[in-house]
Antibody, heavy 131, light 110 residues
């Protein structure tokens, strides 16, 4: 069964640090880009960070750039999010999500095409409270 | 404010059809593809529609998606009480180099 399980959420004081983990199983972890997405209490979804399958390409949301670091260990099928200088506004449920995708042929000969992607597998989330 | 714009709420009675809109720009929906997620109360988001109108296995054909320019829409036909929840559109933004979400639409089945 394809599964993602987050852990590491806790109550932390503003200015503190925390490390979240996401354990993957049931698929070839190194073949997939992975994401962290968060949801503040009563609010919508907010993308936090992405990391390519090899770990070579990383992107962050402006709201966390310089404070959060995403990494992965493909030998352990594990994704991490190191969170420093935590603020009250970082309080949220943090989800890890697998990113899949493919190529869509616009014409049958596939001489014209585009790539699409989506987050298709999500964990149940782990709660971080900065207070 | 969210980069993608959705109506905050929608409602309909069981059996009816409801649509949810998502407005973006040339750097996201206009150049990428739009996906839709369903989040039922107390649960993680679930992929509902990808690549504008494709359904993952297990998603009923009552759910459908479409795109027009820099906007996308989700339609739910034959509405059921278990469809009540929050619906989010999402797209990769080439200018921001990140995923952007709509603010979410809370669907109420009357």
């Amino acid at each position: 069964e394809v599964q993602l399980v987050e852990s590491g959420g806790a109550l932390v004081q503003p200015g503190g640090s925390l490390r979240l983990s996401c354990a993957a199983s049931g698929f070839t972890f190194s073949s997939y880009k992975m994401n962290w997405v968060r949801q503040a209490p009563g609010k919508g979804l907010e993308w936090v960070a992405s990391i390519s399958g090899s770990g070579a390409t990383i992107y962050y949301a402006d709201s966390v750039k310089g404070r959060f670091t995403v990494s992965r260990d493909n030998t352990k099928n594990s994704l991490s999010l190191e969170m420093n200088s935590l603020r009250a506004e970082d309080t949220a449920v943090y989800f890890c999500a697998r990113e899949g995708g493919g190529r869509h042929c616009v014409v049958s000969s596939c001489t014209t095409y585009y790539y699409y992607s989506y987050m298709d597998v999500w964990g149940k989330g782990t709660t971080v409270t900065a207070s | 404010q969210s980069v993608l714009t959705q109506p905050p709420s929608a409602s309909a009675t069981p059996g009816q059809r409801v649509t949810v809109s998502c407005s973006g720009s040339s750097s996201n929906i206009g150049s990428s593809t739009a996906n839709w997620y369903q989040q039922l109360p107390g649960t993680a988001p679930r992929l509902l529609i990808y690549n504008y109108n494709q359904r993952p296995s297990g998603v009923p054909d009552r759910f459908s998606g479409s795109r027009s320019g820099t906007s996308a829409s989700l339609a739910i036909s034959g509405l059921q009480s278990e469809d009540e929840g929050d619906y989010y559109c999402a797209a990769w933004d080439d200018s921001l180099n990140g995923w952007v979400f709509g603010g979410g639409t809370k669907l109420t089945v009357l």
